[in-house]
């Protein structure tokens, strides 16, 4: 597949099997998605979903039922095999042609998938050690309460004790819309009980989603108590006895509050079972242990890698109609990549087979997962996404990339740097295709002063700016070169400008070493909306240039 020549086509045969791991809310809607649009799926429930983790999303009881008659479509559903709790031990191949290995009910189960979904839930950390509190009959966390509520029996004596209730959120951990609208929830079941209170110490109020202001503004007019805080209040526990104060500097006194019952905050955070998917899968890891890190070019579902996409709470704390909107994002993207099972596909990077010595280093550097090997290396046209970043690793040039070869590359560089503008200085700035080339264009667009000796080389990623590239352009005759790319975090390959920051590192040494002043080199990051930022950068350079040059 990858010995072709650039551009083109390959026929390839994609299995329509998907699987899609976790059988909570998430994983039972994009089963029943998957299977609607005509492909066979795996359902690989995890030990966390077995009850849905309805308890966290703070649903009504419509929404509850929505998700229990979902449950019951997806286990009579035909093309929907569903194993017994499952642990992910390995994944191998490609998008269109993975191999997965679950161990299921004490066996060792292989599936085929042409794609897969995780869709792992969220879990629940009570954060009652944060107040310097022990979890008692009186003191619970919003779970608890939650689940208090929900019986008649304890309802009732809630209601029948006439019951204060202080609610303590936002001081141990920043918090989240579906935390407050659980506490709101319960906010309002106390306050519409005939004689029962309830006050809410918070720091930020988190009414950042659909209803949110209206619920708090319903509980404020009902009753509830808010007090809005920098720091949290002192709490004291003794026995039975609770007491809940802080100082009002406006009365310039403590307000003490002796509560029957505080529910503490919890904080919602990634299920346990992700950092073993991410390692099998070979996909990154963002914050908090969330499988997908704060990359715009992720967003809304994607991984790292091409075919293993992540939704619902996989990749953030969410409610049940984000999470429901991502499936049917990740559904757009089965289809686009699956299809009915067969594709025409370009190779996007072709090996050498002659050149390689199968040294892995395109392996080891590949942040997309696309490479493996038979006798030499191998590149997948499906998983590669063209970003180069193993073309200029490579040490034996064994790799071209399509549209992106050295020879390609050198002609661009060779003409950009024999521009001439008269008693200008020559700037060659080699731009980011998903950044600073889309700055770049924008400031001409925009009438941004621009120097009359600039010109750009578009790059699929800062990641395939070759060391060779930017010496190049200064035997040419560029008085002065730019390597443009993404900011840190924010790199569609994750680690191209990193690559590109080394290479220019190991730039400055060959400089010095021929005694070229290193100021005729600069790495900026930039993103694409940030035209004055490049017309500032550019203008720098050709003023430092000229002012030595003159």
């Known amino acids: ?63 509850t039922d929505r998700i229990k008659a979902l449950e019951n479509d997806v286990a009579n559903d035909q093309n929907v095999e569903i194993l017994p709790l499952s642990t992910l031990l390995e994944a191998s191949g490609m998008p269109g042609n993975f191999t997965l290995r679950f161990e299921s009910a004490g066996a060792v189960l292989e599936k085929s998938a042409g794609a897969v979904v995780v869709a792992t839930d969220t879990a629940v950390n009570p954060l009652h050690q944060i107040y310097g509190l022990t979890p008692a009959t009186n003191v619970v966390s919003v779970s608890e309460f939650e689940n208090l509520l929900a019986s008649e029996t304890t309802r009732k004596a809630i209601e029948d004790g006439k019951k204060t209730v202080a609610f303590l959120v936002g001081f141990a951990h920043e918090g989240s819309p579906l935390l407050m609208k659980r506490v709101l929830n319960c906010v309002s079941d106390i306050v519409g009980m005939d004689g029962c209170s309830a006050y809410v110490y918070v720091n930020n109020i988190k009414v950042a989603d659909d209803g949110l202001e209206r619920l708090y503004t319903r509980c404020r007019n009902s009753g509830a108590i808010y007090f809005k805080l920098q720091k949290a209040p002192t709490v004291i526990q003794e026995n039975e006895k609770l007491t809940v104060s802080f100082y009002d500097p406006v009365i310039r006194n403590d307000i003490e509050l002796n509560p029957d019952i505080i529910v503490c905050e919890e904080v919602l955070v990634a299920d346990n079972v992700n950092l073993g998917l991410a390692e099998a899968l070979h996909i990154d890891v963002g914050p908090m242990g969330f499988l997908q890190k704060e990359n715009v070019h992720r967003l809304p579902v994607a991984s790292n890698r091409e075919g293993i996409f992540v939704v619902g709470s996989a990749r953030e704390v969410q409610d049940l109609s984000t999470s429901w909107s991502d499936v049917d994002n990740m559904m757009l993207r089965v289809r686009a990549l699956i299809g009915d099972g067969e594709k025409s596909v370009a190779a996007k990077a072709v090996v050498d087979r002659e050149k390689c010595t199968i040294c892995l280093t395109c392996y080891r550097c590949c942040p997309h997962g696309a490479i493996s090997w038979d006798d030499k290396a191998v590149i997948s046209s499906l998983a590669c996404q063209g970003c180069g970043i193993c073309a200029s690793e490579c040490p034996m040039d064994a790799i071209q990339l399509a549209d992106f070869t050295d020879a390609e590359m050198t002609d661009r560089i060779k003409a950009a740097a024999s521009e001439s503008a008269a008693n200008a200085p020559k700037i060659v700035a080699f ?33 395939k700016i070759d060391i060779h590239y930017i010496l190049n352009a200064l035997v040419e005759g560029a008085d002065g070169v730019l390597v443009l790319a993404c900011h840190t975090g924010n790199c569609k390959s994750e680690f191209g400008n990193t690559y590109a920051k080394w290479r220019i590192n190991d730039a400055y040494q060959k400089l010095e070493q021929v005694g070229i002043e290193k100021d005729r080199l600069e790495f900026k990051t930039l993103a694409s909306n940030m035209a004055s930022d490049f017309a500032r950068i550019v203008i720098d350079m050709e003023k430092r240039i000229g002012q030595k040059k003159g």
């Open 1 to 63: 597949m990858n010995t072709k020549q650039q551009n083109d086509m390959e026929k390839v045969n994609l299995s329509t099997q998907i699987a899609v791991i976790g059988g909570g809310y998430a994983g039972l809607k994009a089963a029943s998605r998957i299977s609607a649009n005509g492909y066979n799926v795996i359902l690989a429930p995890q030990h966390n979903d077995t009850d849905n983790n309805l308890a966290v999303l703070g649903v009504s009881a419509a929404e």
């Open 431 to 463: 731009c980011c295709q998903n950044s600073a080339y889309e700055a770049g264009l924008a400031a001409k667009a925009f009438g941004h002063q621009l120097p009359a000796g600039l010109q750009l080389i578009q790059v699929p990623c800062a990641g």
